[in-house]
């Protein structure tokens, strides 16, 4: 079992910044960043392997957000810059670790004036 726990989101004005942290119990192979809005699916932000530090991000983010992690401290990050009202969801941490996958309990991101 892994356990994940978000912390970082809030409300920001558009053009503005913020950094979510997502704290794993475990090592993992992987973690990710998905955002869901009432109605719609989750989609993935971003992903990356934390023993090469390989990533991949959604075109929407590509730019603005970056993904990185820490893995003395199992511990994943997500930069998020130049902000849109568009990007106001709320934030899931996933993490893979052997063929489990694990979610975080989310964290609001609101992007508004």
């Known amino acids: 079992q892994v356990q994940l726990v978000e912390s970082g989101g809030g409300l920001v004005q558009p053009g503005g910044s913020l950094r979510l942290s997502c704290a794993a119990s475990?090592?993992?192979?992987?973690m990710g960043w998905y955002r869901q809005t009432p109605g719609n699916q989750r989609e993935l932000v971003a992903r990356?392997?934390?023993?090469?530090?390989?990533?991949n991000y959604v075109d929407s983010v590509k730019g603005r957000f970056t993904i990185s992690r820490d893995n003395a401290k199992n511990t994943g990050y997500l930069q998020m810059n130049s902000l849109k009202p568009e990007d106001t969801a709320v934030y899931y941490c996933?993490?893979?670790?052997?063929?489990?996958?694990?979610w975080g309990q989310g964290t609001q991101v609101t992007v508004s004036s």
């Open positions: 996933n993490a893979q670790r052997g063929s489990s996958i694990y």
């Open positions: 990356i392997i934390t023993s090469t530090g390989t990533t």
């Open positions: 475990r090592s993992i192979f992987s």
